[in-house]
């Protein structure tokens, strides 16, 4: 991960995911405000669960390049099978992706099996996932106590962000607020893992007394104590984290706005009652329309279906 390739490639995947988590759950409320759900992926007309294969599918790619395709021998190993030291922030990228494979595989073999309480189960897998993403952030090995580290910090607290949204989503799955923050931190996410690797890889975008040194087999962004260059790229690191902060606002209100010009609320099921009046809905139409809601039913999201209506 520690190239301009690394950053952006897991970037645009963050970013993909983060907006197609925000049209959906803003369509979602949108058309079902009263009986919002929030599930923690989206399933897609007659590929259901696209999103957890691409998920599955870029995780493995992104552990086949970190441990095998990326280093020099192609392999990450010592010739006794320790961990040499310069290959350690391979393994923890690597286990990264491995976090996320693991929740896309459970949340697909969760849904196939249609276990109860599969999607509290799932989100806590998702949960799971981000709070490895920050623990190895956190904790990494390489130096980023540098304007690296400045963009990892910053990173890192989406990362929480993300990790909050994600286990409040489990408490409470109805509120629009929490999914809509957790979709909008994980386009942030994206756009900053790509703004990160732009920035620290292309020799031009460094900023003035900055420069790149080769270090342990990879480039490494390094600035000169002297004449202020370190503490300058790092206030400039901050301002870039500000305006990509009010970029991802922007875009989560205009989005908003376009969607309620397009989606309008639906018909609202309204049981029928007899001369007693008592209802004759036996409940099964309205597990249908939750469980279709989180994903967890036979029809796709957005699928529409006759609705009831009641009698004069």
């Not at 409320?29 to 759900?37: D, E, H, I, K, T």
């Not at 395709?69 to 961990?83: L, M, S």
Request: aromatic share 8%.
């Amino acid at each position: 991960m520690g190239t301009l390739v690394g950053h952006v490639a897991p970037g645009l995947g963050f970013l993909v995911v983060g907006l197609w988590h925000l049209y959906n759950h803003i369509r979602l409320f949108l058309l079902r405000p009263r009986s919002n759900v929030a599930p923690v992926w989206f399933p897609v007309r007659g590929a259901r669960h696209l999103e957890l294969i691409l998920v599955i599918a870029g995780a493995a790619a992104s552990i086949l390049i970190e441990l095998v395709i990326g280093p020099a021998r192609h392999q990450p190993f010592d010739a006794d099978g320790a961990v040499p030291a310069e290959h350690l922030h391979n393994f923890e990228h690597a286990s990264i992706s491995l976090a996320l494979l693991v929740y896309a595989a459970a949340a697909i073999h969760l849904d196939r099996a249609r276990a109860p309480g599969r999607d509290a189960v799932s989100q806590l897998a998702a949960a799971a996932a981000f709070a490895q993403e920050l623990m190895l952030f956190h904790l990494h090995s390489a130096d980023h106590a540098g304007v690296e580290g400045q963009y990892h910090l910053l990173l890192q607290g989406v990362a929480a962000v993300t990790l909050a949204a994600t286990a409040l989503g489990v408490a409470a799955p109805r509120s629009f607020a929490v999914s809509l923050v957790r979709s909008a931190s994980l386009v942030l996410q994206g756009a900053w893992f790509v703004a990160m690797g732009v920035a620290l890889w292309t020799p031009a975008l460094l900023p003035r007394g900055c420069f790149l040194s080769h270090e342990d087999g990879h480039d490494v962004a390094r600035c000169r104590e002297e004449g202020g260059a370190l503490a300058r790229a790092k206030a400039l690191v901050n301002l870039q984290f500000s305006w990509y902060l009010s970029a991802t606002v922007v875009l989560v209100v205009v989005l908003y706005l376009r969607m309620c010009s397009l989606y309008k609320e639906e018909p609202q099921y309204v049981p029928m009652v007899d001369g007693n009046g008592h209802g004759d809905d036996d409940g099964d139409d309205d597990d249908n329309d939750v469980e279709a809601a989180k994903g967890g039913g036979g029809r796709a999201f957005g699928e529409s279906r006759p609705m009831k209506v009641s009698r004069p």
